[in-house]
């Protein structure tokens, strides 16, 4: 079965990439959503060497983008790196499973997290990955004593003891259990039974600080970080207190505002790099996760961080501003989608100023906002949210129309409070409204009917799911940035 959808989604690859590669961007349908090349692989790179360099164990989410190509930049090429995913649906988990087995026969250890609660029809196609993938191969999330006859169901299956995952929930209120609740200690009961009587491995601690993405200022996103290795840590070691000599636990901890700040120039000792906001100081604050990591680990913890949509990145992660400012904007981005304008008012915007009608609306752009953490920001009265549902880059008729602030970005230090520009500002299903934000008096770049633009999404996870494959540019080949080298399938469904 297995094989027969691979091949499948081979022989539509092998088409689309007869029909797209070689065309400019100006000749492909639109809405099409693109990634550049350069920098999906800068930003997999970066994290990989920020991990290997604090010697943190790194797990690749792959829901962003679900695709095998953007999987192999996320794991690396380094022989002796463990091959560590998380999925969210189990069609991922499924669609990864033959580029595993690929590892695994390179002698890479691997492993798949199925990063959702369990539940009761998961079971035989998660029992179906773990014994293609074999022992060790497959980790599950539970943050519930009823959930576990589901795991017992997955090693009757299989043959193979699940490794578990314990969903520590870091006041973001989505999923799991609070250290400090009476759920906990009983679960961790069940679960060390469970394992004594060898039907799960206790595997280690999850947190996801998806709260992380309100922030606002340099360093907050570190802070969250902070907070999420403590509640990791406090929950592994009731658990070492219940079961003394229990192997080694992991901490994996992270979301993409926080697991990035681990590339923070004060741990690679390149401390001469702009440091945005002022307010946010963070030097003491890496000192401190440093000595902490160096205990834990003679402790024999596992520190492991995790993170999803860190390759593209988006308004709402540049928002975040959880890194400096020179790795962290606009030119981070790496996805985009095309559109066209299909009609332009040009006086029917606020202040008489133009608008203009593009085909992609909530289904090719998503309809998530950028959150805002007032708490967080610069400053919590006057904080704003960021209104629009997607930015238009400085592109085509567009180009070097850009209003960039002291720092020289379009999303700079203060983004998005100030941001100037061309934005998505009103949306429905197919509709998108290009409404102008500017200075007053400052005319709007012209737009016509049949012009093409670029918009950063809000969200990527999001805005992905309304397309079946990204068209693949490189932005490293100059004069050739909008030629499409590739196609890269989605795996859409669950």
């Known amino acids: 079965m297995a094989n027969r959808v691979m091949e499948e989604l081979k022989q539509k690859q092998d088409a689309l990439r007869a029909k797209f590669v070689g065309k400019q961007l100006s000749e492909v349908p ?15 790179e970066r994290m990989l060497k920020a991990a290997e360099n604090l010697g943190l164990q790194w797990r690749a989410h792959i829901k962003t983008h679900k695709t095998t190509e953007l999987t192999r930049l996320q794991v690396g090429n380094h022989p002796t790196i463990p091959v560590l995913l998380i999925v969210s649906t189990i069609l991922e988990a499924e669609n990864i499973t033959p580029l595993l087995k690929e590892y695994q026969s390179r002698d890479r250890h691997v492993n798949v997290l199925f990063s959702f609660p369990l539940f009761a029809s998961a079971v035989p196609r998660l029992a179906a990955v773990s014994s293609q ?3 060790d191969g497959l980790s599950v999330m539970i943050d519930h004593v009823d959930q576990l006859p589901y795991v017992k169901a997955i090693h009757t299956s299989s043959g ?23 759920e906990y200690p009983a679960l961790v009961d069940v679960l060390l039974a469970a394992e004594h009587e060898g039907w799960l491995v206790l595997h280690g601690m999850y947190t996801h600080a998806g709260q992380s993405y309100g922030a606002r200022r340099l360093g907050d996103a570190m802070h969250a970080l902070h907070a999420e290795f403590i509640n990791a840590h406090i929950a592994a070691k009731k658990i070492c207190e219940k079961s003394p000599g229990h192997a080694p636990l992991v901490l994996s901890v992270g979301a993409t505002p926080t697991a990035t700040t ?30 902490l990591w160096g205990g834990w680990q003679k402790e024999g913890y596992v520190l492991e961080i995790h993170a999803g949509v860190y390759p593209t990145l988006d308004l709402q992660q540049v928002a975040t501003h959880a890194r400096h400012i020179g790795l962290l904007s606009e030119q981070d981005i790496g996805i985009s989608v095309v559109a066209e304008v299909a009609s332009v008012y040009p006086t029917r915007g606020q202040n008489s100023n ?21 708490k967080t920001s610069f400053n919590e009265e006057t904080a704003k949210p960021y209104t629009g549902w997607g930015a238009v880059m400085p592109w085509g008729v567009l180009a070097e129309t850009e209003n960039k602030d002291k720092s020289g970005k379009i999303l700079g230090e203060r983004f998005p409070d100030d941001f100037r520009g061309w934005q998505v500002g009103k949306i429905s299903q197919e509709h998108g409204i290009l409404t102008w934000v500017g200075d007053e008096g400052k005319k709007a770049p ?9 918009v950063w999404p809000n969200h990527a996870c999001i805005m992905g799911a309304g397309f079946e494959y990204y068209l693949i540019v490189d932005s490293r080949y100059r004069g050739q940035e909008d030629k499409v080298c590739d196609v890269w399938c989605r795996w859409n469904g669950w």
């Open 133 to 135: 993938l074999g022992p």
């Open 446 to 454: 012209e737009l016509k009917v049949g012009d093409r633009v670029r």
């Open 30 to 44: 639109t809405p099409s959503v693109v990634l550049d090349l350069k920098q999906v692989t800068v930003n997999c």
């Open 160 to 182: 193979h003891p699940p490794r578990v995952f314990i969903k520590i929930d870091v006041n973001y209120g989505r999923a799991g259990v609070k250290t400090d609740s009476s």
């Open 262 to 291: 681990i590339q923070s120039p004060w741990f690679t000792e390149e401390c001469n790099v702009p440091k945005g906001n002022p307010k946010g100081s963070m030097s003491p604050l890496e000192e401190e996760l440093m000595e």
């Open 354 to 374: 133009p608008e203009a009608l593009i085909n992609a609306g909530s289904l090719a752009l998503g309809r998530e906002p950028v959150s805002l953490d007032k």
